[in-house]
């Protein structure tokens, strides 16, 4: 596929619901309030005749070019928006005391012409694994819940340059999902338990529970999410959103708690592609290529991303997600090709191969970068310290008390063992091959896949039920993946995991565009209390 920048593909989606934003309305940002006899907040909040729920980042700075809107209102909306509607899926851990006062420096900078690009003034919320000076950045456990780290992550650095509002930090699976064998998504010892807005008694996945369901819950315009395999795109599959895991590198990892410097890598989570791939271009130090004229150099409607006619997708199937999960892959194939897509099924080979491999993998290079990390902090200063402070502290121990893995990793192979090393070694080689092979056999542009089963109910003595493939090549091989929604099984939202070779990104986010664009498979959450059994 040829090559874009971010930038310019941010820039390529951003033009057609900029040319279509219309004139402002007069209304006020609307009370959060039941629409019917349900517990469900309103299922819109309207900001001066923008829908939170739909209204995308173009759209905003078009208003805000414009004088019909300031990032003060639109903060402000957002954080009334948590106080409404959070306490029914807490997800938000704390919003940041300063959020009003970064809102009202973005709007001196509009009137004054000197706009940084178009994430300023926007609300973000951070993943609690992403260090910020100014706020706690505890991974989930109370052993980190003190002073907050001395300097920001990288990834912060480049959104606060880029006039970015930091609205708060969102909860997470602790330690991501990686200190027990029979973990529940979503819960942590510092934030409790994150309920999937669209079922409450159900499972927002994780280990970016928090950033995925706010988003769902129109809690701010975009979040950012960690994943070392699965934890962005299976959270954003089962909340209804999108979700991108960009290619390892793209993102730095600087100040940002670890599993595997190997694997690991933060990506944004948004309520549509454009506003990803727009927090992407920041992410990813492109910022600068976005000027403040003209739409932020968008200047040429682009609209063409290609659309679907000519694409070869490759459907990788995975029944093993269940009947409902594969006749919903069915439909989607049959929608794509309607709309000229060529859609051919196909088998990533060496899966069985990886699955043994990468756990092993994965303990030995959490021991050496936890310690890392954790000399960094106040605080447990290694592992073993980490593993003692759980086991003489019982709220650590509220919802599932195990911590295997911590000690899995205390005894594993070092990262310098040849043992190790030839693990690693045949992982980056087969996982890589999975996806080269299949997609040049097949002449694909990208793999398609369930992101996710409908999400099953929490329960901290069973502990989740998340046996899902479909991320595992993509994030071992360090390639970029994507989640759009795709589809409801019953009441509970599945996406399509895209993923597509090394760094290419922008050709992955285009080609996902033009699926939501054809799938349109997104809808508010009803945040009913619970759904038919098996649904």
Request: one cysteine or more.
């Amino acid at each position: 596929m040829k090559k874009r920048s971010i930038a310019t593909l941010a820039a390529v989606l951003a033009v057609a619901p900029l040319l279509a934003a219309g004139a402002p309305g007069q209304s006020a940002v609307a009370a959060e309030s039941p629409t019917d006899g349900s517990s469900s907040p309103a299922g819109s909040a309207l900001l001066r005749g923008a829908d939170l729920d739909t209204v995308t980042i173009p759209e905003l700075q078009a208003r805000m070019k414009r004088g019909s809107l300031t990032s003060s209102e639109l903060t402000l909306a957002y954080l009334r928006r948590i106080k409404a509607v959070d306490p029914k899926i807490n997800a938000v851990l704390r919003t940041s005391p300063t959020a009003l006062s970064q809102a009202v420096a973005s709007d001196v900078r509009h009137r004054l012409g000197k706009v940084r690009g178009p994430l300023d003034g926007i609300p973000v919320l951070l993943k609690d694994n992403v260090n910020t000076r100014d706020m706690p950045t505890t991974a989930g456990s109370l052993a980190l819940d003190g002073s907050p780290p001395a300097t920001d992550a990288e990834l912060v650095g480049r959104l606060r340059a880029a006039g970015a509002v930091i609205l708060g930090k969102t909860n997470m699976s602790e330690w991501a999902n990686f200190r027990a064998a029979k973990p529940t998504s979503g819960w942590s010892a510092v934030g409790g338990q994150t309920h999937n807005p669209y079922v409450l008694d159900r499972n927002p996945c994780g280990s970016s529970s928090g950033s995925a369901a706010a988003i769902a819950a129109s809690l701010a315009q975009v979040a950012i999410g960690t994943e070392t395999d699965g934890s962005i795109v299976c959270p954003a599959g089962m909340t209804g959103i999108v979700g991108h895991k960009p290619s390892i590198g793209l993102v730095s990892q600087s100040g940002v708690v670890p599993i595997s410097a190997e694997q690991d890598t933060a990506g944004p989570m948004a309520r549509n592609v454009i506003d990803t791939a727009i927090t992407l271009s920041v992410l990813g130090g492109h910022e600068a290529a976005a000027g403040a004229d003209d739409a932020f150099g968008l200047t040429e409607a682009v609209t063409r991303t290609g659309g679907l006619r000519g694409k070869r997708i490759g459907l990788w199937r995975l029944p093993s997600l269940g009947a409902d999960v594969d006749a919903l892959m069915t439909r989607t194939a049959e929608r794509l090709r309607a709309a000229g897509a060529q859609v051919v099924e196909v088998t990533p080979p060496y899966q069985g191969r990886l699955a043994e491999l990468e756990f092993p993998a994965l303990l030995s290079e959490f021991h050496r970068d936890i310690d890392t990390y954790l000399a960094s902090r106040k605080g447990p200063r290694d592992l073993a310290a980490l593993i003692e402070f759980n086991r003489t502290h019982p709220a650590e121990q509220t919802c599932f008390a195990g911590q295997e893995l911590f000690e899995q990793a205390l005894a594993a192979p070092s990262t310098t063992d040849p043992r190790y090393l030839a693990m690693r070694a045949e992982l980056k080689d087969l996982s890589r091959r999975s996806i080269d092979e299949t997609m040049a056999a097949h002449d694909l542009d990208a793999i398609a896949s369930p992101a996710n089963p409908p999400a099953w109910t929490t329960d901290c003595a069973r502990g989740d039920n998340d046996v899902i493939p479909s991320s595992t090549p993509a994030a071992v091989a360090g390639y970029p993946s994507l989640s759009v929604p795709a589809g409801f099984v019953g009441e509970l939202p599945v996406g399509l995991l895209l993923m597509a070779g090394n760094r290419q990104d922008t050709e992955l986010l285009s080609l996902g565009a033009a699926v939501e664009q054809r799938l349109k498979a997104w809808r508010a959450p009803r945040y009913l209390a619970s759904a038919a059994p098996g649904r």
